[in-house]
Structures are given as structure tokens and as C-alpha cells.
Nanobody, 122 residues
Framework: VQLQASGGGQVQAGGSLRLSCAAS????????LGWFRQAPGKEREFVAS????????YYPDIDKGRFTISRDNAKNTVSLQMNSLKPEDTAVYYC????????????????WGKGTQVTVSS
């Protein structure tokens, strides 16, 4: 499975961005999908994940209520809507596909997409 993330950019604090990740080369609905991010000097961290059917979503407490993950199994895409962005949300954002679990842990990701940079200025 190949994943390609897009939609990053620079935005002011309080603004919004929508990230998308397009998949190819596999059976998309077999994978739980997740978004992770990595800020300079920090470890990659979990941002959001969604189940294979799209019926269940998971968020860490740090962004619960601000971020919304969704997927379209017909279009093989997963998206992350980010609202009320903060400077601390600045990071490279990665999408990942998990063939076994719920795509909530870095070590469970089977396939990674290349990251997309999100920069939030104060």
C-alpha cells in the first residue's frame, strides 16, 4: 500500500487545515488508518485513528474536540480536519495504515506515507 499525504501548509493560530492521505496498491478497507505527527526534537506521536469501516474513531486527549478524522473507502482516502490550531501543533504529519490493530501506536503501523508539514504561527 502506498500512501500520499497532502494539505499541509502554514496557518495562523486559531486557523484550520485539512490534511488528506490517498492510498493505492492495496485493499484500503482492510486497514485501520491513523495520523501521527513529529515535531523537531520530539518523538512521533499519535494524533487520530479510524477503524476499517469508519465507524470508530480515536483521539488522544491533546487534540480531542479540535481534530476530526474521516475516511472514504470508495475513494481510498483518509482526512484529518484540524481546527483551532495552536503553535504547538506545528509538526510533520504522517498518515499510516495498520493491518492488524487500530492504528493508534507507532509500532503497529504497517505502511507509512511521506509526511506533510504543518506550521502554525502565533
Amino acid at each position: 500500500v502506498q500512501l500520499q499525504a497532502s494539505g499541509g501548509g502554514q496557518v495562523q493560530a486559531g486557523g484550520s487545515l485539512r490534511l488528506s492521505c490517498a492510498a493505492s496498491g492495496g485493499i484500503f478497507r482492510r486497514y485501520a488508518l491513523g495520523w501521527f505527527r513529529q515535531a523537531p526534537g520530539k518523538e512521533r506521536e499519535f494524533v487520530a485513528s479510524i477503524s476499517r469501516s469508519g465507524g470508530n474513531t480515536y483521539y488522544p486527549d491533546i487534540d480531542k474536540g479540535r481534530f476530526t478524522i474521516s475516511r472514504d473507502n470508495a475513494k481510498n482516502t483518509v482526512s484529518l480536519q484540524m481546527n483551532s490550531l495552536k503553535p504547538e501543533d506545528t509538526a510533520v504529519y504522517y498518515c499510516g495504515a495498520d493491518s492488524v490493530g487500530m492504528a493508534k501506536r507507532d509500532e503497529d503501523i504497517t505502511y507509512w506515507g511521506k509526511g506533510t508539514q504543518v506550521t502554525v504561527s502565533s
